[in-house]
């Protein structure tokens, strides 16, 4: 605990330095890291709830519950709140 309460009382910063055009991908990738995160945070919560509360046949239900496995299993440690 003491360690994040000095974290709290000084001002952290980070830089992060790209060499364009060379790394003009990554820069992109940067610049929309919080729009991804936020999109896959939808997506994944769009499949809890068909998983969750679906009213599919068998088949339909089994292969929802499947996909959203394998996608927690992608993102997991992802921290996506």
Same mark, same amino acid.
């Given at each position: 605990? +003491?360690?994040?309460?000095?974290?709290?009382?000084?001002?952290?910063? #980070?830089?992060?330095?790209?060499?364009?055009?060379?790394?003009?991908?990554?820069?992109?990738?940067?610049?929309?890291?919080?729009?991804?995160?936020?999109?896959?945070? +939808?997506?994944?919560? %769009?499949?809890?709830?068909?998983?969750?509360?679906?009213?599919?046949?068998? %088949?339909? #239900?089994?292969?929802?519950?499947?996909?959203?496995?394998?996608?927690?299993?992608?993102?997991?440690?992802?921290?996506?709140?």
């Amino acid at each position: 605990m +003491e360690k994040l309460d000095n974290q709290t009382k000084h001002k952290m910063k #980070a830089t992060l330095t790209f060499n364009l055009p060379e790394e003009a991908v990554e820069y992109e990738y940067t610049l929309n890291a919080a729009r991804y995160k936020d999109a896959l945070s +939808e997506i994944m919560n %769009m499949m809890r709830k068909k998983d969750k509360w679906n009213n599919y046949d068998g %088949m339909t #239900a089994e292969v929802i519950a499947e996909l959203y496995d394998e996608m927690c299993e992608i993102v997991e440690g992802l921290e996506l709140h």
